[in-house]
């Protein structure tokens, strides 16, 4: 058993699948003792597993160990409040757990052979977002976060449309949606089928985002266009609830919690300085952080972890 500084603490036992062997799960509590996603089993082998260790770092990871036949063991894990920043790169992540900048705590590998996007969305409403890749009209989401196990997903929308994913109607759970021309279109059914919510907002050459913006838990249609953010976040079309002048032309937007306030915050990745708008104001960012940014880098944010 381990914690950190904020009293969320993380708990490694073993368990008895046969009568010979030993595996170890371990699981993730916030400090109010609530349990974060599901048991999980320290290793991806089917391996005799015993004497657990688990020790927090101060970048919003922990690292668990074990001993099994091949020797000593050790994964890393994520763990820290709010959101994650990640960068995508081929078919890895590269996630930067204690928004510290620099080089990346997490890198996460085997994603599908082939996808156009990809998203940190809670697919199954355990509370952690999932990395959910986009192909043609198929959501594909990897609820077991480690490139194996459990994977769920939708066929949605049209090959011509702009996949999105975000929890349009507040049930915990993210939707899969698309962005045709003015009009946001979301399976809330988590069906495939026709679309149970629409809305026309904006203009279609404006960058869509969907982020949880004023804090109800409900995802909001947010535009970026010339730095200016304008967010519907009454969910009715019309004209923009929230506007946010913040960066220029030729940033590349983000919508997270960076700060852990229960509400994402406006952020871009210029170069290779990502800068967030904290106070939801604009003019000059809050949070600044140098990351180790490669040419066709894309980024991605979103609570990978559950604290």
Not at 24 to 42: Q, S, W
Not at 195 to 221: K, Q, T, Y
Request: negative net charge; contains cysteine.
């Amino acid at each position: 058993m381990a914690a950190d500084r904020f009293g969320n603490f993380v708990i490694a036992w073993g368990t008895e699948p046969t009568i010979f062997c030993d595996r170890l799960e371990a699981r993730l509590f916030r400090a109010d003792g609530i349990p974060v996603g599901k048991e999980f089993f320290a290793s991806l082998v089917d391996h005799c597993e015993g004497r657990p260790q688990v020790s927090f770092g101060k970048d919003g990871t922990f690292a668990l160990s074990w001993v099994d036949q091949s020797g000593i063991n050790v994964a890393w894990f994520s763990a820290s409040p709010a959101d994650e920043l990640c960068l995508t790169r081929g078919g890895h992540l590269f996630c930067d757990t204690g928004r510290t900048g620099g080089l990346p705590e997490i890198d996460q590998p085997d994603a599908p052979a082939a996808f156009d996007a990809l998203f940190l969305a809670d697919f199954d409403g355990d509370g952690r977002a999932d990395p959910c890749y986009h192909s043609g009209v198929t959501f594909d989401c990897d609820l077991g976060h480690r490139g194996h196990g459990p994977r769920a997903g939708v066929s949605f929308g049209e090959p011509s449309d702009l996949p999105l994913m975000g929890d349009i109607n507040g049930d915990g759970r993210a939707e899969a949606c698309v962005r045709r021309g003015d009009l946001l279109a979301c399976d809330t059914g988590h069906d495939g089928g026709a679309a149970e919510v629409e809305e026309h907002f904006g203009n279609p050459g404006d960058i869509a985002l969907l982020g949880d913006l004023d804090g109800d838990r409900r995802d909001d249609l947010c535009l970026f266009n010339d730095g200016v953010f304008s967010c519907d976040t009454a969910h009715d079309g019309g004209a923009p609830d929230r506007v946010i002048s913040f960066g220029q032309a030729g940033d590349l937007p983000v919508l997270g919690d960076f700060d852990g306030d229960g509400r994402d915050d406006p952020c871009l990745l210029r170069g290779g300085t990502l800068r967030c708008d904290t106070k939801h104001d604009g003019g000059t960012a809050e949070a600044v952080l140098r990351l180790a940014v490669q040419p066709g880098d894309g980024i991605v944010m979103g609570n990978l972890d559950g604290l």
